[in-house]
């Protein structure tokens, strides 16, 4: 399917929130025009998700269940004359906080990125460099031949835990290819090369976030699939008496996960890779871990599927049934609490002397693209954690699609699996903070079903399910037991900003202006 054209900001956003869209699109089309003294050709926008259940497991390649939000980022962009050396100028509508820039495209498309450097076109960069590999492989000529004058602006809070980052490098890579004649944008294809081209930026993500940037559909949750390939499904949110909400709530404890990815985010990758080849070598595969699209090239997906073919003689895993799948994966829990018995981690010669390697090559093979730094690698926790939550997500994905009559019923099946996982992301997975449990707990004394936190963690964002009558009192609870406690000064506008009634809002699209 392609990234569709849009006529109407009707087509992109929700009814109440039109008017106020419409002012900020014409906002930003004006000081187009008055930036760069021409009209904007299109505009390309992506939004921001909300996670709302399978957390951290999308880099093992287990089904996860988003929404995508009504936040976005738009990026007006004139393309530039095609007999000129393909040139970007580059603003932000928020230049205090992300200066212009202007920079050439080299002619063999070898865009330099350094990850190292914080630097907020780096994830326009990547977008771009993205579709300059995709052209040169799909034209096998030119790479990006033609420059573009650009505009953006991102409503989706930066660190705080709705993909900001992959909302601008989805948006960036639509950009790109429409400015290069590619008109006609495959969703498929443009969610691939946006999960990779992030990675550029330093940090070892899966693809859940651009793939709910890109694939979503207003009114839907989407269930994302990355096996055999990515994949989705939208799954109707039911109606129930009383409605159900998803509401999100930010901690304010800023997560930036570049500085920390090295003893967080790019350690959990690591964790659950290196638990995924020692399973592999404790029950003597027969078969190498198949490579596959996780960021280490291996997964515990990849060791759940080989573990089940070879012992049962499953040709293809990815069609077992949903009875199966589950009972798969309570075997494998079983089997982790029994082999990866170790309560208080591995250390790097642990690990090698399972593999039958040396430390070098540990290294060279898991940890040299990005670096971590740990003395111990808790395997048992991470893998634990990431097969109950591939577990949590089918259950919950059944309660979706064929829900209980009862209502209430409904509620509490969610709420408790959402419980689950947030006891699981604090206790097991080792992601949560002391102010996103303290969120969660007020929540659920409030009247909220099923609290958590979404995203990677380590500080950003929450997300509830609320039966709407108890909503006022969820953030009557927030703002008086934390807001107002922890920040004492915080202003009428933050406070609205920090707690959203989510809806699930439309993926990637294309307005044309001229
Ligand atoms: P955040 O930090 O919320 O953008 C990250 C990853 C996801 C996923 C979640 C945890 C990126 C771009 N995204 O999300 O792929 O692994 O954490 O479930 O790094
Ligand atoms: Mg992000």
């Not at 048992?380 to 059944?398: D, G, P, S």
Request: hydrophobic share 40%; proline share 5%; aromatic share 8%.
């Amino acid at each position: 399917m392609d990234v569709p054209t849009a006529t109407s900001l009707r087509d992109i956003y929700p009814e109440d929130a039109v008017p106020i869209q419409a002012k900020r699109w014409e906002k930003l089309l004006s000081q187009f025009k008055d930036m760069y003294g021409k009209q904007a050709e299109f505009v390309a926008r992506s939004p921001g998700r909300v996670n709302i259940i399978g957390e951290h497991i999308d880099y093992s390649l287990y089904e996860v269940l988003p929404m995508a939000i009504t936040a976005d980022f738009i990026m007006a962009v004139a393309v530039r004359p095609a007999d000129e050396k393909p040139r970007i100028r580059i603003a932000s509508t928020q230049s205090h906080k992300f200066p212009s820039r202007e920079f050439e495209i080299p002619a063999e498309g070898d865009l330099p990125i350094d990850a190292t450097e914080h630097e907020w076109t780096n994830y326009f960069r990547s977008g771009l460099l993205g579709v300059s590999k995709l052209l040169s492989k799909k034209q096998a000529k030119h790479f990006v031949s033609r420059g573009m004058d650009i505009l953006c602006e991102g409503t989706v809070p930066s660190g705080g835990g709705l993909s900001s980052s992959a909302s601008f490098v989805c948006t960036s890579a639509l950009a790109s290819l429409i400015a290069n004649g590619e008109t006609k944008v495959n969703k498929k294809e443009l969610c691939e090369l946006a999960i990779v081209s992030e990675r550029a930026v330093g940090v070892n993500s899966g693809g859940m976030d651009q793939a709910a940037s890109v694939f979503s559909l207003r009114g839907s949750a989407l269930y994302v699939t990355f096996k055999p390939s990515l994949g989705y499904t939208t799954l109707e949110i039911p109606q129930t008496d009383p409605e159900l909400t998803f509401v999100t709530a930010q901690s304010f404890v800023a997560a930036d996960k570049h500085v920390t990815a090295p003893v967080c985010y790019n350690l959990r990758v690591v964790e659950c890779t290196l638990a995924a080849a020692f399973l592999a070598k404790a029950f003597s595969l027969k078969k190498e871990l198949p490579q596959d699209s996780s960021p280490l090239g291996v997964s515990l997906r990849g060791f759940h599927d080989t573990y089940f073919e070879e012992k049962g003689g499953i040709a293809d895993n990815t069609k077992t049934s949903v009875a199966d799948f589950e009972e798969q994966l309570t075997e494998l829990i079983k089997l982790t609490g029994d082999y990866l018995h170790n309560e208080d981690g591995y250390s790097r010669s642990d690990i090698c002397a399972l593999l039958g390697t040396t430390e070098d090559e540990l290294n060279a093979r898991y940890m040299s693209k990005f670096p971590v730094r740990a003395e111990k690698f808790l395997l048992r926790q991470r893998a634990l954690h990431v097969f109950t939550e591939a577990l949590r997500v089918l259950k919950f994905r059944q309660l979706l699609s064929s829900p209980p009559a009862d209502g209430k019923e409904l509620l509490k099946s969610l709420g408790d699996l959402m419980n689950e996982t947030q006891d699981s992301c604090r206790d097991i997975y080792d992601c949560s903070c002391p102010e996103l449990d303290e969120l969660c707990d007020l929540a659920r004394a409030a009247g909220a079903c099923g609290s958590r936190l979404t995203g990677a963690g380590w500080g950003g964002c929450s997300v509830h399910l609320v039966p709407k009558d108890k909503v006022d009192a969820v953030k009557k609870a927030w703002e008086d037991k934390y807001y107002r406690k922890k920040f004492p000064d915080i202003t009428a506008e933050k406070l609205e900003d920090a707690v959203v009634v989510s809806k699930p809002g439309s993926g990637s699209m294309v307005f044309r202006v001229v």
